[in-house]
């Protein structure tokens, strides 16, 4: 891949990694948790390629300082009240730390990995609340309509 291209490719990813994050900025605590989450993952998953081939293509990177490394937006923090398992959200937690500091460094291969991480675990995590969310919207429309579940022979 060229050195061109893959400043292209960097600042695509760039473009849907912001965004991604400014959906979870001010969110309302609703279904679309799920697809945010998603959303998120791709988001990493994209940057993660970005920055394999910008190592790839021998690009530098300008270590960030300490001060400037970027934390979960509100939706994604620990006090948010956020759904989903609990030892997901603690590697989600542990994998936002291990990014800020990949980002203090010089390895866009580092970054890459970090980035793949992330996406990773947010993927799960994606998984987990959509699941989450089923059940509950199964669970409401049980009671909702007492009789759906007989009627369908699942009671």
Excluded at 20 to 26: E, N
Excluded at 72 to 88: K, M, N, Q, T, V
Excluded at 89 to 111: C, H, M, N, P, V
Excluded at 116 to 128: H, K, M, P, Y
Aim: hydrophobic share 35%.
């Amino acid at each position: 891949m060229s050195v061109d291209n893959a400043v292209t490719e960097l600042r695509i990813a760039q473009d849907r990694w912001e965004s991604a994050l400014r959906a979870h900025l001010l969110a309302p605590p609703d279904a679309g948790y799920a697809r945010r989450l998603r959303n998120f993952a791709e988001a990493c998953e994209q940057q993660q390629t970005a920055y394999a081939h910008a190592a790839a293509a021998g690009l530098g990177w300008t270590p960030v300082p300490p001060s400037e490394t970027p934390e979960a937006p509100p939706e994604l923090s620990p006090d948010s009240g956020r759904r989903g398992p609990p030892e997901l959200w603690g590697r989600f937690d542990s994998a936002i730390e291990d990014f800020g500091r990949t980002l203090e460094g010089i390895s866009l291969a580092s970054i890459s990995h970090a980035f793949g991480e992330l996406g990773e675990i947010t993927r799960a995590l994606s998984r987990a609340v959509a699941e989450q969310d089923a059940v509950a919207q199964a669970a409401k429309r049980d009671t909702t309509y007492p009789g759906a579940r007989e009627a369908s022979g699942g009671g």
